[in-house]
T-cell receptor, first 112, second 113 residues
Framework: SAVISQKPSRDICQRGTSLTIQCQVDSQVTMMFWYRQQPGQSLTLIATANQGSEATYESGFVIDKFPISRPNLTFSTLTVSNMSPEDSSIYLC?????????FGPGTRLTVL | AQSVTQLDSQVPVFEEAPVELRCNYSSSVSVYLFWYVQYPNQGLQLLLK??????LVKGINGFEAEFNKSQTSFHLRKPSVHISDTAEYFC???????????FGQGTRLTINP
């Protein structure tokens, strides 16, 4: 299995600021994924992060709002930029490893 | 495109009773099917998956699910639930050959003593 850690586990931020979430996996993986889980709702894919190339964003998500870095095969960051209360969610990192998708514990973000 | 519908947002049951959590999907291509569980304040954990072969799939913690292609369903069952099964359960599909998962809205399973 793949073990994923995320930092921070939770944060409370002011409107208009930005937060960078880190995701570390204990195995080398080709693809990493970032999901958002809004309060009381299901998970929605934000983007797929490939090492050495630009991230691929899903409909409704743009790079200016959610810039992603993928410097190597075990690490990725997601930045939530110019935050508003509507960005309050749990952000989860995920990887596909041995044909199974593993999820990190999530980062619980509250924007005031 | 794919979509997943979990027909019940909440399911309350008594301890040791059987439970079924319903999941229907829509897709124009063949898909793989998954059930994930999210315990309070924790990340998602894979319960079981259907990739091919037998339509009855057994997972962890005594759960099983049956893939019904004609009804495009993948319902999750457990013959006798325990208090520790209290969690949010998510059904998900992945188009064969693709990497991403499309999730249903989730079903909150509450076990009453």
């Amino acid at each position: 299995s793949a073990v994923i850690s995320q930092k921070p586990s939770r944060d409370i931020c002011q409107r208009g600021t930005s937060l960078t979430i880190q995701c570390q996996v204990d195995s080398q993986v080709t693809m990493m994924f970032w999901y958002r889980q809004q309060p009381g709702q299901s998970l929605t894919l934000i983007a797929t992060a490939n090492q050495g190339s630009e991230a691929t964003y899903e409909s409704g998500f743009v790079i200016d709002k959610f810039p992603i870095s993928r410097p190597n095969l075990t690490f990725s960051t997601l930045t939530v930029s110019n935050m508003s209360p509507e960005d309050s969610s749990i952000y989860l990192c995920s990887v596909k490893y041995n044909n199974e998708q593993f999820f990190g514990p999530g980062t619980r973000l509250t924007v005031l | 495109a794919q979509s997943v519908t979990q027909l019940d947002s909440q399911v309350p049951v008594f301890e040791e009773a059987p439970v079924e959590l319903r999941c229907n999907y829509s897709s124009s291509v063949s898909v793989y099917l998954f059930w994930y569980v999210q315990y309070p304040n924790q990340g998602l954990q894979l319960l079981l998956k259907y990739l091919s072969g037998s339509t009855l799939v057994k997972g962890i913690n005594g759960f099983e699910a049956e893939f019904n292609k004609s009804q495009t369903s993948f319902h999750l069952r457990k013959p006798s639930v325990h208090i520790s099964d209290t969690a949010e359960y998510f059904c998900a599909v992945s188009p064969q050959g693709a990497q991403k998962l499309v999730f249903g809205q989730g079903t909150r399973l509450t076990i009453n003593p």
